[in-house]
């Protein structure tokens, strides 16, 4: 769908774009958002997906405090958390199942 409504320099405000999305759907549509942000489009996105806030050159902003701040991908929440999870899958279950 996005590759069929969006156009190139345009202004595009989306709110969890991944909430009904596989993660190869995620995957299709970071390269539609970025393709289309080179030839001048632009996008803000509300979105706790690590592979949309993975789209390369985005800058992230962080609204979990009283101030708006710049953030590194790698400092995201939603990045350590999967990254936690992929890497130590079950020490993580076994921590929050109290096992």
């Known amino acids: 769908m996005i ?3 969006f156009n190139q320099n345009s202004l595009y405000i989306l709110d969890e774009p991944e909430a009904s999305l596989s993660p190869q759907r995620q995957l299709t ?3 539609t958002i970025y393709e289309l942000a ?3 489009s632009q996008f803000i996105i509300a979105s706790h997906s690590p592979i949309l806030l993975g789209i390369p050159e985005a800058k992230i902003l962080n609204f979990d ?3 708006i701040t710049p953030i590194d991908y ?3 929440e939603s990045y350590q958390i999967t ?3 992929i890497n130590n ?3 993580l279950l ?3 199942l109290n096992k």
């Open 3 to 5: 590759q069929n409504r």
């Open 29 to 31: 549509l970071l390269i």
């Open 38 to 40: 080179k030839q001048g």
């Open 65 to 67: 405090s009283k101030e």
């Open 74 to 76: 790698q400092d995201t």
């Open 83 to 85: 990254e936690l999870f």
């Open 89 to 91: 899958r079950a020490g």
């Open 94 to 96: 076994n921590k929050l």
